[in-house]
């Protein structure tokens, strides 16, 4: 959540959201109450994280409905972070919403702050994501210290279907391959902290209907409709769009990015496969073994685990040029890639930072 406007809190009740409820009868507003429940607390029970929790809770209306569905079904094992983006003025609005809930429900809440500032070449959004898992990765060690856990808690994210759409929209707009087209995953983990997204099939507009059917309130940021960031215009502008022309998108682009995930998966396991063959650094005749799309499947995998460097589409492609050309002693391979260098050293491939 970007937190560069001033907040608006969202009044609790059914009525409260004029926009999700749109210009409905009461009865077919009510058929997709039980509906929308129905979805939410479907995702739910399909949720088994290793107890104790922690959500990541913004006071967004998303992280506010899987706070409050996780500390119902599992009390007194789930906890909140917060993440409060110290730059902003606003950012306090947003913690005092989450210090009033969470003291309202009993539920214990740590507060990390994190400075979002973007390094040189670094978006802005990036830099607040990366700032963000950092900081709620804290928030998780303190947690577990503070109320005398004997492991740090899993960590759950309210990201839904709708977030889950803009993403692979996003990847299809840059051209991105596999690993974009999958999207978000929904669990994984990272240095020994297990991560999770329970609610990547529920639709945004549902959540909300959840939500005012317990009579909750959540605060709205203001940012999320400044159509000068390209996800909002995909929010506003596309999806409404999408969902005339295909009304059961969000299913169907979940499912082609759950292909997506695995077909990946199996690239990465047939590249460790290969590099293990190949040895570290990869030997430059053994590359030449390989098919073009499966040589490339080795160097990306190459350059990102091992020198955490992607390669552009013409730059792996002049590189694969290179390799195929090295047919003698003498021949050198010398080529800036990524944020590097890779060369030939005898019959390998060498990578100099
Ligand atoms: N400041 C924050 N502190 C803790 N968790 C956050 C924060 N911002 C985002 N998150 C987590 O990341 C998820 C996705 O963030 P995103 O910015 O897309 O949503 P959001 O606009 O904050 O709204 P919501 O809480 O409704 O999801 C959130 O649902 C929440 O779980």
Sequence with gaps: MGHSAKPSPHRAGPAANAADAAAAAPAVQAVQAVQNTQAFEQALAHFTPRLPLAVAFSGGADSTALLLACWRRWPQQVAAIHVHHGLQQAADDFASFCRDFCAQHGIALQIEHCDARPGSGQSPEDAARQARYAA??????ALRLQQGWPQQPDIALAHHADDQVETLLLALSRGAGLPGLAAMPTSWQRQGL??????????GAQLRQWLQAQGQGWVDDPSNTDVRYTRNRIRQQLLPVLEQAFPGFRQTFARSSAHAAQAQQILQELAEQDLRHMGAPPAIGALQQLSAARQANALRHWLWHSHATVASAAQLQELQRQIMACTTR???????LGRGRVQRQGQHLLWIE
């Design 136 to 141: 709620l990765a804290r928030g998780a060690a």
């Design 194 to 203: 297990h991560w999770h997204r329970p609610l990547l099939a529920v639709p």
């Design 330 to 336: 003498g021949h050198a391979i010398d080529l800036r």
